[in-house]
């Protein structure tokens, strides 16, 4: 996710393994230093489930209709995130006459880009910036959609937070994005640009959906055990090989 990044090289020489978050972050590191690829190893992030429930239950000052559709973005306010697409789903929600709040939780490094987006949406009384929320979750939880239209993501931590939440996302078909989200299944992948009328056969299958996809949803399983034992397996295969180093190093010796 970051393709200009450069490695010195006595830490490409010298690190055992490189852990990458997604297939997408690890392509990054390969196509530009190849010698590397034995050396990178893809597990995801972490997150603790029982705690993302948990604090999901706190009260949140919102008072949210659920006769209503409802949408959340929690991301960083810049035009890298989407917002322009945001705005192009506003417009079909609107000409459709959708009863829908959306809701925007983030801030932006520079208030002159705040400003510039919260104008693209100032005569659309159904978006709502929020600003920021140390604890999202409780906000998530409530909603219909969460959607994430950025133009690249290296892992989307927020759309694994709110399939823990039970909440189905919509997404932009950003590189790697397959490996979280099956479309029509748990979530609905959109194009990045509107062509030949996607954003509008997407949506109406994401109202169309939508109980269904909560159903799909709720009943997957979120453990993140698997990540603990990929874990477990790579320390458990590192340090018996550096005992084998070891032993072998002895036996020279004598």
């Keep these: 996710t970051f393709p200009n990044l450069e490695f010195p090289r006595d830490l490409m020489e010298n690190i055992e393994k490189f852990i990458c978050v997604s297939e997408t972050v690890k392509k990054d590191i390969v196509s530009k230093y190849p010698g590397l690829e034995s050396k990178c190893e893809v597990i995801e992030n972490y997150l603790d489930t029982k705690e993302i429930l948990e604090k999901a239950n706190e009260p949140i000052e919102l008072n949210i209709s659920h006769d209503r559709l409802n949408i959340i973005s929690v991301s960083r306010i810049d035009k890298d995130k989407g917002f322009g697409r945001m705005k192009t789903i506003c417009d079909i929600l609107d000409e459709k006459a959708v009863e829908y709040d959306w809701y925007v939780l983030g801030t932006a490094f520079k208030q002159e880009t705040l400003d510039e987006i919260q104008g693209w949406f100032q005569e659309n009384n159904h978006v709502h910036f929020i600003g920021y929320r140390d604890n999202v979750y409780p906000y998530i939880k409530q909603m219909d959609y969460l959607a994430l239209l950025t133009e690249r993501e290296s892992w989307g931590l927020v759309i694994t937070e709110a399939l823990i939440l039970g909440v189905p996302v919509i997404v932009t078909n950003f590189d790697g994005v397959e490996q979280q989200v099956t479309d029509g299944e748990n979530g609905i992948i ?34 993140r055990e698997n990540i603990i034992n990929r874990w477990r397996e790579l320390f458990d295969h590192e340090v018996k090989k550096s005992k084998n180093i070891e032993k072998t190093i002895e036996d020279n010796e004598r």
């Design 190 to 223: 959109v194009d990045m640009t509107d062509k030949d009328g996607n954003y509008r056969r997407k949506i109406e299958e994401a109202l169309l959906k939508k109980e269904q996809l909560k159903n799909n949803v709720r009943q997957q399983d979120h453990s």
